[in-house]
């Protein structure tokens, strides 16, 4: 693919200090600082070139810290409603499709636009001497899983047991790749802590989450897809938030397109959204707290269990840190909104009805949150809306398609030790293993 592209060119900058600075391949945070903030990259074309469709994903690789193009990628899909635009009285309502949808040229083949988290991170990675760790609720994990299987690099999962059943493949995952999971009743939490310890191991390196400027870059190209096809940025962008790394990846795509010069000078509100009864982000905001509030445990995982949109059940979301999403409402405007399973589920129908395909549940609550605003008389019919459908088509997927599912090589308890992650981790991977001293 691309045999004349070349690495992209780029430096990365402190969002907490302003200082610039190398990548050292894999770098996650600013040296020789003390106080946690993300580190964003500035590339060297200030003016994105959008190459060719057929390059999937990497048709944005002007914005992509890449030294390498994958096989099997798609990019998102953006076009201009009709259905859903008349029913809302909307007349400059765009969806960004990421997932199954080939007539509208989507072909996500884990339906999710965690894809493009996955393409690019792996895009950037330029080495397969290490196993890639990646913590999930799910969606992330088909992802990474299917990426890593197709291109040959070695990548371990943690997944809450519970969630395991979003693992279905159209082809089975080579052995490169493994899952572990967290025990019935733990959370996405839980399988980050696991995740944590194995990083400690020697031989496994993090994929980094909101720290991995790759993981944000890559999800920024929803928005890269809806300026280009609309050809400037919108007032408005809808997305349900689990982390709100997708948030903050539009803002910093936001503010890239200001400078590219012909897109607009200005900041598209972030209208987010959370799904009822599991409100992290969404309480934090409404007290005006830089800072989450306090939740028990407990009661987080009870909260977990009852939402409909699994993928948004981030208990320690990049919310607080400098360059988080705190950061990004305040500057780009916006707000924190919410949905009920009941409200999701009726809006996934009226996606459906008036735009012909499924949506996952978490699209289905950014779009009850869009169908609310409108209902509610707060947003003008002649906004430029950009509403990000982060996953759909899989039901279709599946009636077209025979799945298969990834089975867990082992389970842990919520809370294992070290030595049993060492233990474990040598059998699966047959490798020797050294003690951390």
């Not at 291109?151 to 059943?165: A, F, G, R, W, Y």
């Not at 496994?204 to 920024?220: H, S, V, Y």
């Not at 910093?252 to 012909?262: F, K, Q, T, W, Y």
């Not at 360059?323 to 009941?342: H, Q, R, S």
Request: charged share 25%; with cysteine; net charge negative.
């Amino acid at each position: 693919m691309a045999e004349d592209f070349r690495p992209t060119e780029y430096i990365l900058e402190s969002l907490q200090t302003g200082k610039k600075f190398e990548d050292e391949g894999w770098t996650l945070d600013a040296p020789a600082e003390d106080k946690p903030g993300l580190v964003r990259a500035i590339y060297n074309k200030e003016q994105i070139e959008v190459k060719d469709n057929s390059l999937g994903l990497y048709k944005f690789a002007d914005w992509l810290p890449i030294q390498r193009m994958l096989e099997g990628s798609s990019a998102p899909a953006t076009y201009k409603s009709e259905g859903l635009a008349k029913y809302l009285g909307l007349n400059n309502l765009y969806i960004t499709f990421s997932g199954y949808w080939p007539e509208k040229d989507a072909n996500f083949r884990t339906c999710s636009f965690k894809e493009t988290e996955a393409y690019s991170v792996c895009g950037r990675l330029n080495s397969s001497d290490q196993v890639l760790v990646v913590a999930s609720a799910g969606n992330t994990a088909r992802a990474f899983a299917r990426v890593c299987s197709d291109n040959n690099i070695p990548l371990l999962l943690c997944v809450p047991e519970d969630n395991i059943d979003v693992l279905w493949f159209d082809e089975p995952i080579k052995e490169n790749v493994c899952l572990v999971a967290t025990k019935s009743g733990s959370d996405y939490f839980d399988a980050i802590h696991l995740s944590n310890l194995a990083c400690q191991l020697e031989g496994f390196i993090t994929e980094g989450g909101a720290k991995n400027i790759a993981r944000r870059d890559g999800m920024a190209c929803t928005v890269l897809s809806a300026a280009t096809e609309i050809g400037r940025i919108p007032d408005y962008y809808f997305q349900a938030v689990g982390s709100g790394t997708g948030a903050i990846a539009a803002w910093e795509a936001n503010m890239r397109l200001i400078e590219d010069g012909r897109f607009g000078t200005h900041k598209m509100k972030l209208m987010v959204s959370q799904n009822t009864p599991f409100l992290p982000m969404y309480d934090a905001w409404k007290e005006d707290s830089r800072e989450m509030l306090a939740l028990d445990d407990d009661m987080a995982r009870a909260q977990v269990e009852e939402i409909i949109a699994k993928v948004l059940s981030n208990r320690k979301p990049p919310y607080s840190i400098k360059g988080g999403l705190f950061d990004a409402m305040k500057d780009a405007g916006g707000d924190i909104l919410k949905a009920t399973n009941e409200e999701a589920m009726e809006a996934s129908k009226i996606f459906l009805e008036t735009e012909g395909n499924d949506i996952h549940p978490a699209a289905a609550v950014a779009t009850a949150t869009l169908i609310k605003y409108v209902q509610q008389g707060k947003i003008d019919k002649n906004a430029c809306i950009m509403l990000n459908i982060t996953g759909g088509g899989e039901e279709r997927f599946k009636r077209e398609k025979k799945v298969c599912y990834l089975k867990p090589s082992h389970v842990f308890d919520i809370n294992p030790d070290l030595s049993e992650v060492r233990e474990v981790m040598g059998k699966i991977f047959k490798v020797e293993i050294p003690e951390i001293l």
